[in-house]
């Protein structure tokens, strides 16, 4: 049996095939389990944060997070991916994190996330730098 995670993304990959896109709008989604499913990946540009996608990876945690938190396999996962972006070099060591409502008018990537991730490293509230990260939900 696969997990609801895998489901999800199953889905997802459904609506946006169905809308006549190639791919899910994000780079990366990762799931409460700690597994990572690769949408776009590194060298596909996305279509998550208008004006940004050129410039920008997006890892969206699957879920809810407006009173949560994701689970810590997941937040785990987040971290190495974003390590191993930056040892692939597809990363800059100075990148910059954002929370999709720095630059949408959303709840994304949720309200108690959110005020997470900015205690992170490299949560910048400036969108002045050149290579940026969105979590997005």
């Given at each position: 049996?696969?997990?609801?995670?895998?489901?999800?993304?199953?889905?997802?990959?459904?609506?946006?095939?169905?809308?006549?896109?190639?791919?899910?709008?994000?780079?990366?989604?990762?799931?409460?389990?700690?597994?990572?499913?690769?949408?776009?990946?590194?060298?596909?540009?996305?279509?998550?944060?208008?004006?940004?996608?050129?410039?920008?990876?997006?890892?969206?945690?699957?879920?809810?997070?407006?009173?949560?938190?994701?689970?810590?396999?997941?937040?785990?996962?987040?971290?190495?991916?974003?390590?191993?972006?930056?040892?692939?070099?597809?990363?800059?060591?100075?990148?910059?994190?954002?929370?999709?409502?720095?630059?949408?008018?959303t709840e994304c990537p949720?309200?108690?996330?959110?005020?997470?991730?900015?205690?992170?490293?490299?949560?910048?509230?400036?969108?002045?730098?050149?290579?940026?990260?969105?979590?997005?939900?």
């Open positions: 049996i696969e997990s609801k995670n895998y489901l999800y993304v199953l889905l997802l990959c459904g609506f946006y095939f169905m809308a006549g896109w190639f791919d899910i709008a994000y780079s990366f989604l990762v799931g409460d389990d700690g597994r990572v499913y690769e949408g776009r990946g590194w060298d596909r540009e996305g279509a998550h944060t208008y004006h940004y996608d050129k410039v920008s990876l997006a890892l969206s945690f699957m879920g809810n997070f407006n009173s949560t938190m994701p689970t810590p396999e997941a937040i785990i996962a987040a971290h190495k991916l974003m390590q191993c972006g930056q040892q692939k070099k597809v990363i800059t060591q100075s990148y910059s994190l954002y929370g999709h409502r720095d630059v949408r008018d949720g309200y108690t996330l959110y005020n997470a991730i900015r205690k992170w490293d490299h949560y910048n509230i400036t969108t002045g730098k050149s290579f940026l990260i969105f979590l997005l939900f």
